[in-house]
Each structure stands twice: as structure tokens, then as C-alpha cells.
């Protein structure tokens, strides 16, 4: 039998990205392969000879789709280079010839599981590393959870690269499958103020609105309520928006506070108005028990992940419900809230009065002590710190400044709040008497704006002098003034500089994005200061040597709070006074402070032992 002719299938050409088509030209206008490794590729992962074997099989894949597909003067004259040179020698013209007449083969199209460092440079996709983004769906889904301010939480990232990098996502949705929504403005959202339009939320909506950006139909706005008080009120508020608002007004000078009362009064303004059709002022017990209810298990239309409070994606609760301990703290706050409008003559009484509070589970141990570290752990935990310390760059400078913030916190039994708060006036150096040793002093104001003292260890006081030389200002000067720890770089727009405070030498505004070089910044906000303590858990996971399975979990669980519980049960265990531990983190009571010692836990689990031995086999 003939053979019969067979149809030869090529197989499908390689396909190349962005970076590496830049890459290419790069190499072709004669940059070295380290200097090309440094710009386009992660040279920590990524070896010089793996770049090098790349560029050289992209250049022979472009060339044999060139000779195939391209016209016939660009056919001719590579046919000819390669008769004279035994193959083809590329400048930036020929390359450019070339990338037109196979780049719609050889050019690949973005997926949402591609490595941002496939088609960005090496230190963007470094930098949204470090924020924990290092696919594009991930970045996707990180513009749309935070909105048009999305960058402002990436070091190095300003209004200018975020704006192209959202065009870039935006042009090519279709390929990635993912895309970034209408909501986030290309535009500085730091610029200028920014002025949200009011949604209006009716009975049913879907579409809910948080506090600031809230309208709500005149039936249901309070302005005819049936517990409106009859005479004269003491606030000016013509319907329950501008009641709730000259409430949460009191609490101006205690944003913390303000923040928690704000969120539960907003939650139940659109639960009244989008599930209930009821105006706050006309709540009746009925309605206030239906709320209770709610609480457990929020409907779908107000639950959703965390986002921008200007995304159209914001809800008011999160997914899962609020745990009876906020279901709790919602009624009691809600009570107090009202029981002040029925005080300033706004409503004429308070049916929350009428109604008990949930109920919750009264735990022997309140505080969460087991999250303290072991004295082993912390101990090597400062070890890495301290080396990592030493590195150079602004990774370095990172770690400095998330050292000195863990040590305030793990020397002197800080809450968050206080440790961010931190300035250097607050810290005072105390010579050594006849009893005590010299050591510096803490100022610190905390609930209930009391005042204490904390020592903390002179090492503390080392990484904060440290930290105070990266922003470039020194520590010891005799007019030393300024946040403990504050950011290193702020983004150089006017919101953004008046939120930090940013002042030149002569106290006119700065103009530069940096912090560095002798500028007075405020220091960093609760949230801030979170996310420098969460990320430097994240790196300590990884490099905090011989770390055992319990105590991996340990760590991954560890939250800025859980270095007061340990400064509390190592201050005890080394011997120290309930009375001096007390002071030292600021407890009001006494009995709080003795939770950490549970003596009748320990009891307990003695007695339990013992018991358990008996029921075991003699011959074991």
C-alpha cells in the first residue's frame, strides 16, 4: 500500500509578555544580562543564565514566525543575515520589524493567575508582594475591595503608576476574566476633597449607602416619627439622621469610641429603613426585639467582605454574623444611644428599655491570656528583629521601624492605640538612685485618658533611635519632638500630607513624599500601625529559626494585643507584684490583672490529673 500524504500540525508558537518583549529590546540595544535581571525580572528568583536562555529562544521564536508570516523584503533580509552571519543579528530596527509581523502570535494574553512580575517590573510586583498580591486576580480583587484608594496602603505606589496599572487591568478584563468595577476612580482621590453623591435607600433595597453618603425618604426619616417628643428639643435636629450625627458628635475627641457607636447606630438606621419600613423614631418595642433577632443572622443584602466604605460593594455587616458578645454590645450601645435623645428632649422615651439584653456566655477567663508568647519564643523573636535590623534598603528601614513598635508594645504592656501614640516628650530618662537602676519611663495616656508610667528596656529605646535615624532626625537632640514611630514615606498629596501632619524645617508644608530628611510627621493611625505589626508576624513566620509546629500557630494567631498578655504573664512569672502589673498595663481593677495568674485553673488541672492516673492500668 502507498503511503498515503500526512497534514504536518506545527505546534502552537510560545507566547511572550510585555516585560519580556521590553526585555528583548533591552538586550538587543546592548544592556547587560545583570542590569536587565535587576529592571525586568525577580533577580532573587530568577538566575542571570535562565534570562539569558529565554531572551535567546524568544529571539529564535519571533525570527521563524517572521519568516513565515512577514512580508518578503523582511523575509529576504533575514534570509540574507543569516547566509552571511549564520544567523540572524538583530538591532532595534530589525527587532521592531520583526515584533510587528509576529507579535500578533508571540504576544500573550493576561490571566488572573499570572504573576504580576510577568507582565510589571520586577519592583512593582515586589512591592505588591509585600502587601501579600502577587497574582493579577489578586490584585483585581485588592483594587476592588479597597476602592480608588487602594494605593495609598502600597509603599511606593503613587496616584500616577496605580492609575496605569488600573488602565492596564481595565483594557485587558477579558483575557483575566476579572475586572476592576466602574466605582474606583482613575483620578487622585487624595487630590482634592472627594464629594460622594447621597444614595437614596428605600424599603427593599438592594443598594445600601453607609452613614456619610445615606438619604432616606421623607416618610421614613424621622421627621414625623411617632416617638418624636413634643416639646422643645434640646438638639437641632429636624429627623433621625441629624439626631444619630449630634450624637456621635459627643464623641469627637475619642475617635476609637465614635467609630464603634457609628457603626452600630448605622447598622440599625438601615435596618429600620431597608427591612423594617420604619423610621428610628418610630421603633416600638416590637421592633426593637426583631432587631435583637436580626443580630444572629444579618440577611444577605447587609453582609458582604470587607471594602472601601465609597465602593458600592460596602455592607454593613460582615459575612457570619455578629458572635453573642456583639450581639450584646449592639443592644447596650443602641439603649444608651437612645436613652441620651430621650435626655435631650428628641424622643419622647426609649422602648429599649423594655428589652433584655442578649444572652452571652459568662467566661471564667475574659481575656484571651493564651495568646501570650512563651518566654522562648519572644525571646527569639527579638533575636530576629534585631538582625533583621540590620539589613540596608528600605526593607531595612521597614524592619526597623516594625522592631521599635513590637518592642514598645512587648516591653511595656501597650494597647495599639497607646504604643501609636507614643511621642518623644512622653519619653524620660531616670538616672539610677540608691534602690533603683537608671532606666527610661514611658509616659502613657490610656482608657479613661488615665495617665502611667511604663519602663521600657533600653533596647526598645535603641531600635526607636534607630527607627528616628531613617526619618532622619536625631533622637537624643535636646529639642527632640515627634511620634516614637511614624511612616517613612507619605504620599505626596494635600490630604495626604495634612493627615500626617508633614511640615518642613520652617513649618510650611512639605512638598516632598518622604518623611526622611528632617520633616515633622504625625505618627501612624491605629490601622497603620496594625498593618506594619501584621506584616512583620507575616515575614517573623518565615524567619525566626527552628520554629516547632505549636509554636507556628502560635505566631500566625499573634495580634498587636497578644504582647500585653505577654508582658503581663512573664512580669509575673519572673516574680513581680500583682500590684505592679496592674499599674504597668493600666487595669482599672485589680481582679482583672489576676486573671493571668488563674491559680484555680491551675488547681483544676492538678486535681483532674490525679484523678486521671487512677483510672489508668496498673501495668502501664
Known amino acids: 500500500m502507498a503511503n498515503q500524504p500526512q497534514q504536518l500540525e506545527l ?42 536562555r529565554l531572551l535567546r529562544t524568544m529571539r529564535e521564536d519571533l525570527v521563524a514566525l517572521a519568516l513565515r508570516e512577514g512580508s518578503s523584503v523582511l523575509t529576504a533580509h533575514l534570509q540574507a543575515s543569516i547566509a552571511k552571519h549564520g544567523e540572524v543579528r538583530l538591532t532595534p530596527v530589525t527587532l521592531q520589524l520583526i515584533e510587528e509581523a509576529a507579535g500578533r502570535w508571540a504576544a500573550a494574553q493576561p490571566a488572573a493567575d499570572h504573576p504580576i512580575a510577568r507582565w510589571f517590573r520586577a519592583l512593582i510586583a515586589a512591592r505588591l508582594a509585600g502587601e501579600g498580591i502577587r497574582t493579577l486576580g489578586e490584585l483585581v480583587a485588592f483594587i476592588n475591595r479597597r476602592g480608588g484608594s487602594w494605593w495609598r496602603s502600597v509603599p511606593r505606589i503613587g496616584v500616577g503608576r496605580a492609575r496605569v496599572l488600573v488602565a492596564w487591568l481595565r483594557r485587558h478584563a477579558t483575557s483575566i476574566g476579572q475586572a476592576v468595577e466602574h466605582e474606583v476612580e482613575l483620578t487622585d482621590p487624595l487630590a482634592a476633597p472627594v464629594t460622594n453623591a447621597t444614595i437614596l435607600v428605600t424599603t427593599g433595597a438592594t443598594q445600601l449607602a453607609p452613614l456619610e453618603r445615606l438619604a432616606v425618604p421623607v416618610e421614613l426619616s424621622g421627621v414625623r416619627g411617632a416617638n418624636r417628643a413634643p416639646g422643645f428639643a434640646y438638639v437641632r435636629a429636624a429627623h433621625d439622621l441629624d439626631a444619630v450625627r449630634a450624637y456621635l458628635h459627643r464623641y469627637d475627641d ?30 416600638t418595642v416590637e421592633d426593637c426585639e426583631a432587631y435583637k433577632a436580626f443580630l ?96 540596608i534598603g528600605p526593607v531595612g528601614a521597614r524592619w526597623r521601624a516594625a522592631r521599635a513598635l513590637l ?40 482608657k479613661g485618658m488615665k495617665q ?24 537624643d537632640a535636646a529639642d527632640a519632638q515627634g511620634p ?24 510650611a508644608p512639605g512638598v516632598e513624599s518622604s518623611a526622611i530628611g528632617g520633616h515633622q510627621v504625625s505618627g501612624y493611625s491605629v490601622r497603620g500601625a496594625r498593618g506594619l505589626t501584621q506584616w512583620a508576624i507575616d515575614q517573623l ?80
Open 452 to 475: 502611667r508610667d511604663v519602663p521600657v528596656s533600653d533596647e526598645c529605646v535603641d531600635a526607636i533611635r534607630a527607627h528616628w535615624r531613617d526619618r532622619g532626625q536625631d533622637f
Open 484 to 507: 516614637l514611630v511614624a511612616p517613612l514615606v507619605v504620599p505626596p498629596t494635600p490630604r495626604a500630607r495634612a493627615k500626617f501632619a508633614v511640615q518642613n524645617e520652617d513649618g
Open 254 to 283: 475619642r475617635p476609637q469610641t465614635q467609630r464603634a457607636y457609628k457603626r452600630e447606630l448605622e447598622r440599625l438606621v438601615l435596618w429600620c429603613v431597608a427591612e423594617r419600613g420604619v423610621a428610628l423614631s418610630s421603633m
Open 541 to 620: 513566620l518565615e524567619a525566626v529559626p527552628e520554629l516547632s509546629e505549636a509554636e507556628r500557630r502560635k505566631l500566625a494567631r499573634t495580634s498587636p494585643h497578644a504582647f500585653r498578655h505577654t508582658v503581663a504573664t512573664q512580669m509575673l512569672a519572673s516574680g513581680a507584684a500583682l500590684e505592679v502589673v496592674q499599674q504597668t498595663l493600666g487595669h482599672a481593677s485589680l481582679g482583672t490583672t489576676s486573671i493571668y495568674i488563674s491559680p484555680e485553673q491551675s488547681r483544676l488541672r492538678r486535681e483532674a490529673a490525679k484523678y486521671h492516673a487512677r483510672l489508668m492500668p496498673s501495668d502501664r
Open 407 to 446: 518592642l514598645i508594645m512587648g516591653d511595656g504592656g501597650l494597647r495599639i492605640a497607646e504604643a501609636a501614640a507614643g511621642e518623644r516628650l512622653a519619653l524620660t530618662w531616670l538616672p539610677a538612685d540608691e534602690e533603683a537602676p537608671a532606666s527610661w519611663l514611658l509616659e502613657v495616656i490610656g
Open 296 to 391: 444572629k443572622a444579618p440577611g444577605e443584602r447587609f453582609t458582604g467582605p470587607p471594602v472601601a466604605r465609597t465602593s458600592r460593594q460596602w455592607r454593613p455587616f460582615a459575612p457570619g454574623g455578629l458572635s453573642p458578645e456583639s450581639q450584646h454590645y449592639a443592644v447596650r450601645t443602641i439603649r444608651a444611644a437612645f436613652t441620651w435623645l430621650v435626655h435631650v428632649r428628641y424622643l419622647a422615651g426609649n422602648p429599649w428599655r423594655a428589652v433584655t439584653d442578649p444572652m452571652t456566655v459568662k467566661r471564667v477567663r475574659k481575656l484571651q491570656v493564651e495568646r501570650a508568647l512563651s518566654l522562648d519564643l519572644w525571646t527569639r523573636m527579638r533575636a530576629t528583629l534585631a538582625e533583621r535590623a540590620e539589613l
Open 11 to 52: 505546534p502552537a508558537p510560545r507566547t511572550y509578555s510585555r516585560t519580556e518583549f521590553t526585555a528583548l529590546r533591552a538586550r538587543v540595544k546592548g544592556l547587560s544580562i545583570a542590569t536587565i535581571a535587576r529592571a525586568y525580572f525577580d533577580a532573587e528568583t530568577t538566575e542571570p543564565l535562565e534570562i539569558e
